[in-house]
């Protein structure tokens, strides 16, 4: 069962998901299933080389988006 990332076409959540069978994807914010499936550096190995932005989180581990401090291992 792979596990994809998707950003909401409605209300822009970004969300990972689980796939089982065939079930489509929703959102689990609005319920909505217009969606836009986002790469993720899981599910295509971290060698790719936009897998890796050059830079990391405060702490230099996490690389959380949200930028520095805002990771909770912190």
């Not at 069978?21 to 836009?36: M, N």
């Not at 993720?40 to 990391?56: I, K, L, N, Q, Y």
Request: aromatic share 8%.
């Amino acid at each position: 069962m792979p596990i994809f990332e998707y950003v909401c076409s409605e209300c822009n959540h970004r969300f990972e998901l689980l796939i089982q069978g065939t079930a489509e994807a929703a959102c689990p914010q609005c319920k909505a299933t217009k969606l836009e499936k986002q790469f993720s550096a899981f599910g295509v190995g971290a060698t790719a080389s936009w897998a890796s932005s050059g830079t990391s989180g405060s702490c230099g581990s996490c690389g959380d988006p949200r930028g520095p401090g805002a990771c909770s291992m912190n």
